[in-house]
């Protein structure tokens, strides 16, 4: 799984805003706002690590409990999916 193309993050106060570039601007219909953690996460999903290694890398990095990183990782994968931001096929190489 990885992050669609064509979006650039912004801090805005607390928080990160995907805004969509180009022709995503039409894809959407809104913005994306997420946390330092979701921002982690999505800058994680280039299509080169698994949810397990997203998990890790987050309960590493933010010195949480595994099993609660990967909960937490999957959830925000699934919302990010359902909102259509993640296309399931790997980069292309």
Known sequence: ???KEGFASRKIGDSIVLVPAGARVLD???LVTMN???LYI???LDGTH???EIAAKVAD????DPEQAT???????AQLH??????DEPAAV
Do not use: K
């Open 28 to 30: 959407m219909n809104g």
């Open 82 to 87: 359902g909102i259509g931001l993640l296309q």
């Open 36 to 38: 330092a953690t979701g």
């Open 50 to 52: 698994s949810l397990e």
């Open 61 to 64: 990095s933010f010195e949480v």
């Open 71 to 77: 909960t937490d990782v999957r959830e925000f994968v």
């Open 1 to 3: 799984m990885r992050r």
């Open 42 to 44: 999505w800058e994680l």
